[in-house]
């Protein structure tokens, strides 16, 4: 069945970066686009970037740009996210997310803690 399982996170101060991993199974990884999500307490899940299906196009949300970068490996069904200059607030739990045959699929979720 299709899986996505996220790791990465963690605790780190702000300033610094992580990179989170998306690994992917269960479909064709390669023809479909991604995205990654975060979700902070209170607040409602938000778009942080998603990219097209071989890695053409990428957007991001505003508040990340300049800062985060999306990017994929076909080869081996795994989609990343580093994150640099990180602030308290990108403090939250960052999901993966695919559509396929239009059903969202997500992973569940890895913690992301920017504190001093």
């Known amino acids: 069945q299709l899986q996505l399982v996220e790791s990465g996170g963690g605790l780190v101060q702000p300033g610094g970066s992580l990179r989170l991993s998306c690994a992917a199974s269960?479909?064709?990884?390669?023809?479909?686009?991604m995205s990654w999500h975060r979700q902070a307490p209170g607040k409602e899940r938000e778009l942080v970037a998603a990219?097209?299906?071989?890695?053409?196009?990428?957007n991001y949300a505003d508040s990340v740009k300049g800062r985060f970068t999306i990017s994929r490996d076909n080869a081996n069904n795994t989609l990343y996210l580093q994150m640099n200059s990180l602030k308290p607030e990108d403090t939250a739990v960052y999901y993966c997310?695919?559509?396929?045959?239009?059903?969202?699929?997500w992973g569940q979720g890895t913690q992301v803690t920017v504190s001093s």
């Open positions: 997310k695919t559509q396929v045959r239009g059903l969202d699929y």
């Open positions: 990219i097209s299906n071989v890695g053409g196009l990428r």
């Open positions: 269960g479909f064709t990884f390669s023809s479909y686009g």
